[in-house]
């Protein structure tokens, strides 16, 4: 198979591609060394034909790939696509639409959580895929003929289990819950991080309203640092260190530079000075200003309701047929023992109607649940 290398070859393949009502798409990409992924490898696929292309080589134009991305007329299949959804937006600022995404799709059809692909292929186009090339270095040029039979694999049996996920959507009439799914998807909204933002990924490690406030000061900093480099953000600074300088909220470079965690001399350098500055901010904020992690304190006065709740979840997915995690998670289910009106998904559209509604219910006792031959029954009141 080979790759296609030329702009002219893309734009040709790109029209074929367009000519059918689906398309199914993977990459291949590397982030291990930088803060953005590197594209290495594009696989497409229509009914009638696969593609590879190389966005490495030399005077390639992806700008046939992009446009096709953005082709209502033709629907991208993607299996799990956060991150390629991620890649095309960052490259190319289009975000495939319309899009199917056969991970979600197998969770409302009842597959479970977060099925792999390679189980979906397994049951649905009764294959198996050769996992050994998963990890190699997909920048290396040239590609071996394992590696490229492995990526045309990713898109052809993909084709196989988008037709069946579509047709089980539909005898169920359940294609309304894929759309609220892709919604979130296909929103830029969901690719656009902000620095501010970055601290929520550190915030469990952390106990202190005013440890969180220099942390937000610090996490925003690095993760600053680390695009304006495009370097991982452990290159700048790792979490270990971030965390102890946000309990210890160094003022000097001496202090700084006594934390076990932070690397020998790095009080001398220019960052240093940095770092400490963002400390001193977030010293000065106000404690009040910042919530940190409420709802699981009060959930935890709440616990056998929230463990209640669990059990009716497992029975309602089990009743349905579709995985837990789409109906719900476990925040929405603490925020729904505190409050009946909780702003989360489980509260609002087909989730209310399959499981919010039953949640409230068991809440102000009007549904019990019982065990009859092994199995959760629901009684209502």
């Known amino acids: 198979m080979d790759l296609i290398a030329t702009t002219d070859a893309l734009a040709a393949a790109c029209a074929r591609l367009a000519k059918f009502p689906f398309v199914t798409v993977d990459t291949e990409f590397l982030r291990e060394t930088t803060y953005y992924a590197k594209l290495c490898l594009i696989q497409m696929a229509s009914p009638a034909e696969a593609v590879l292309v190389d966005p490495l080589a030399e005077d390639m134009d992806l700008a046939p790939f992009y446009a096709l991305m953005a082709d209502t007329n033709v629907v991208k299949v993607f299996h799990s696509a956060r991150q390629d959804i991620e890649i095309i937006w960052q490259g190319g600022g289009v975000i495939p639409t319309p899009l199917f995404d056969t991970q979600v ?20 186009a009764k294959a198996r895929i050769d996992k050994s090339s998963r990890f190699t270095d997909w920048s290396r040029r040239p590609l071996s003929e394992q590696q490229l039979a492995y990526a045309l694999s990713d898109v052809t049996h993909l084709r196989t289990v988008y037709a069946a996920l579509h047709a089980d959507l539909a005898d169920s009439g359940r294609e309304s819950w894929l759309d609220e799914e892709m919604a979130v998807l296909t929103a830029p909204a969901t690719y656009d991080t902000h620095p501010e933002d970055a601290w929520q990924r550190l915030r469990g490690r952390i106990k202190k309203p005013k440890e969180a406030l220099v942390l937000m000061e610090i996490a925003a900093w690095r993760e600053r640092e680390a695009r304006s480099r495009n370097v991982p953000r452990s290159r700048i600074m790792k979490d270990d260190a971030l965390i102890d300088i946000a309990v210890h909220a160094p003022t000097t470079p001496e202090a700084l530079g006594a934390l076990r965690s932070v690397p020998n001399g790095f009080e001398r350098s220019r960052p240093a000075g940095d770092i400490l500055a963002a400390v001193a901010r977030g010293v000065a904020r106000d404690p009040k200003s910042v919530s940190l992690g409420e709802r699981g304190r009060k959930a935890g006065s709440n616990g056998a309701t929230i463990e209640m709740l669990k059990v009716l979840l497992k029975a309602v997915a089990e009743n349905e047929g579709v995985a837990p995690k789409i109906l719900a998670t476990v925040d929405d289910l603490e925020a729904i023992a505190l409050d009946d009106e909780a702003d989360v ?37």
Do not use: H
Request: hydrophobic share 45%; glycine share 10%.
């Open 105 to 124: 799709a197998a969770m409302v059809c009842g597959y479970g959580d977060s099925v792999s692909y390679e189980q979906l292929v397994n049951d649905l």
């Open 345 to 381: 998904p489980a509260l609002t559209g087909w989730r209310r109607q399959l499981f919010g509604e039953k949640a409230l219910a068991l809440k102000a006792g009007r549904l019990a649940l019982t065990v009859d031959r092994g199995r959760v029954r629901l009684i209502e009141y």
